[in-house]
């Protein structure tokens, strides 16, 4: 398991976030080498959380690829940083206690959509 972060790369034009500005992506990977959790931080000061449970929604989805700490995957993205389990634990209870967690749950979309396959 470990956990990074790295910029935003952009949310889908049907994705509401879209319109919320310029994000940081905080990512717990499992040994599977796909994300567990994810957050989502606004510079706004707002947040976004998704895990397997809570995988899509208006706002946007859990993060679905593959991930490595092999070093040619990592070369590609100069913003990654590899952050500690304490500091994924502290932006994840951060994001349950977001205003935008009640519009999430309201507004998910894991009940329309297939689940994602891990492995």
């Known amino acids: 398991m470990f956990y990074f972060q790295q910029a ?17 992506d905080v990512v717990e990977v499992l040994d599977d080498q796909y994300a567990n959790r994810h ?21 946007g989805r859990l993060m679905g690829a593959k991930f490595s700490k092999q070093p040619k995957w990592m070369d590609g993205r100069r913003s990654l940083v590899l952050i500690s389990a304490k500091d994924f634990a502290t932006y994840w209870t951060r994001a349950l206690s977001s205003t935008l967690w009640s519009q999430q749950s309201l507004r998910s979309l894991t009940g329309k959509y297939r689940p994602p396959t891990f492995a």
């Open 8 to 24: 935003g790369l952009g949310f889908q034009k049907w994705e509401a976030a879209c319109e919320f500005g310029p994000y940081t």
């Open 39 to 59: 957050v989502v931080l606004f510079q706004t000061g707002q947040s976004l959380r998704y895990d397997r449970d809570h995988w899509i929604d208006d706002f």
